[in-house]
């Protein structure tokens, strides 16, 4: 029963934990430099790799039924739809 | 009838579904996850509008209070972590530490939030007032996303501290094993909930320049 009841390691957590206070400290440097529209696409790359990190190792979707995946990326999609449909409109409107 | 509740109990014991538990919390923080969506769709499609309102509202922001509530919070997402992990190892005392220690940074990161909007308040920002009615419009909406979004996820904070709190006194009495710890992974799915939707506010409010 508790064969496929993965691990993880302590230090995985703590380099993972490392990691986000990294990129915690890139984004708040970078917000600081003036880089014209590219500011928000990489504070929303940095958001999305911190998440992609936090999903992965501390909620432990990496190692956990896919089922769990294909949720996540139901929900991804949805989200996706719905933003694109409403620029759509914004947009062209 | 004694038998058929001692059946009753063996069958209670062998029966409890991981899987169904875990897909139910799933399932739940989806819908978590439309509900925040929904506002971050908000969000998007005022600050195209009003990009340049957006900005200099946003100058306002303390960076300072939210990068540290930003670091308070990553740092909870491991206690908590740790926390499950102890269990798994059947180190109960370190368990305990490390949810109380989540827990603890948990309510550090609202005296924070606390601190923060008595500030802006204190500047007479707040909704429908006459400081933030006399304002452009997209500043108008700026500081009313930022205080439906992030009152919104204190909220969250708030009951993640309670729902932690029960998963304490259930460690503590035992209640919660390194057998069946489903209950405290489940909270853990939640508190890393509440971290993600922080890791994009942060960046949203307090990082434009």
Same mark, same amino acid.
């Given at each position: 029963?508790?064969?496929?009841?993965?691990?993880?390691?302590?230090?995985?957590?703590?380099?993972?934990?490392?990691?986000?206070?990294?990129?915690?400290?890139?984004?708040?440097?970078?917000?600081?430099?003036?880089?014209?529209?590219?500011?928000?696409?990489?504070?929303?790359?940095?958001?999305?790799?911190?998440?992609?990190?936090?999903?992965?190792?501390?909620?432990?979707?990496?190692?956990?039924?896919?089922?769990?995946?294909?949720?996540?990326?139901?929900?991804?999609?949805?989200?996706?739809?719905?933003?694109?449909?409403?620029?759509?409109?914004?947009?062209?409107? | 009838?004694?038998?058929?509740?001692?059946?009753?109990?063996?069958?209670?014991?062998?029966?409890?579904?991981?899987?169904?538990?875990?897909?139910?919390?799933?399932?739940? *923080? /989806?819908?978590?996850?439309? =509900?925040?969506?929904?506002?971050? !769709? #908000?969000?998007?499609?005022?600050?195209? +509008? &009003?990009?340049?309102?957006?900005?200099?509202?946003?100058?306002?922001?303390?960076?300072?209070?939210?990068?540290?509530?930003?670091?308070?919070?990553?740092?909870?997402?491991?206690?908590?972590?740790?926390?499950?992990?102890?269990?798994?190892?059947?180190?109960? *005392? /370190?368990?305990?530490?490390? =949810?109380?220690?989540?827990?603890? !940074? #948990?309510?550090?990161?609202?005296?924070? +939030? &606390?601190?923060?909007?008595?500030?802006?308040?204190?500047?007479?920002?707040?909704?429908?007032?006459?400081?933030?009615?006399?304002?452009?419009?997209?500043?108008?909406?700026?500081?009313?996303?930022?205080?439906?979004?992030?009152?919104?996820?204190?909220?969250?904070?708030?009951?993640?501290?309670?729902?932690?709190?029960?998963?304490?006194?259930?460690?503590?009495?035992?209640?919660?094993?390194?057998?069946?710890?489903?209950?405290?992974?489940?909270?853990?799915?939640?508190?890393?909930?509440?971290?993600?939707?922080?890791?994009?506010?942060?960046?949203?409010?307090?990082?434009?320049?």
């Amino acid at each position: 029963m508790e064969k496929h009841n993965h691990q993880i390691g302590i230090m995985t957590y703590i380099i993972v934990w490392l990691s986000l206070l990294a990129f915690t400290s890139i984004t708040v440097t970078i917000a600081g430099i003036s880089l014209g529209k590219y500011t928000l696409f990489i504070a929303l790359l940095i958001a999305a790799i911190k998440s992609g990190l936090v999903i992965n190792i501390f909620m432990h979707i990496k190692f956990d039924e896919p089922i769990f995946k294909a949720f996540l990326a139901l929900s991804g999609a949805t989200l996706v739809v719905i933003f694109v449909l409403t620029f759509f409109d914004i947009i062209y409107r | 009838m004694s038998n058929h509740e001692n059946a009753a109990m063996i069958s209670h014991h062998t029966h409890s579904d991981k899987l169904g538990a875990k897909m139910g919390m799933w399932l739940f *923080l /989806f819908t978590e996850v439309l =509900l925040f969506g929904g506002m971050f !769709l #908000a969000y998007a499609v005022y600050r195209y +509008k &009003y990009s340049n309102d957006f900005h200099l509202a946003a100058m306002e922001l303390n960076t300072t209070i939210g990068t540290i509530n930003t670091i308070i919070l990553l740092t909870s997402s491991l206690t908590m972590a740790l926390s499950i992990a102890f269990i798994q190892r059947s180190e109960k *005392l /370190f368990s305990i530490l490390f =949810l109380s220690s989540t827990i603890l !940074l #948990a309510l550090i990161f609202l005296i924070n +939030k &606390y601190f923060e909007w008595s500030a802006k308040i204190e500047h007479g920002i707040f909704p429908r007032s006459q400081e933030l009615l006399d304002r452009p419009n997209g500043q108008i909406l700026f500081f009313g996303l930022y205080y439906v979004m992030t009152g919104l996820h204190a909220l969250h904070v708030i009951i993640g501290i309670i729902i932690l709190s029960f998963m304490l006194i259930f460690l503590i009495r035992n209640k919660i094993t390194s057998e069946n710890y489903i209950k405290l992974e489940n909270s853990g799915l939640y508190w890393h909930l509440v971290d993600l939707i922080w890791i994009f506010l942060f960046p949203l409010f307090y990082l434009i320049q």
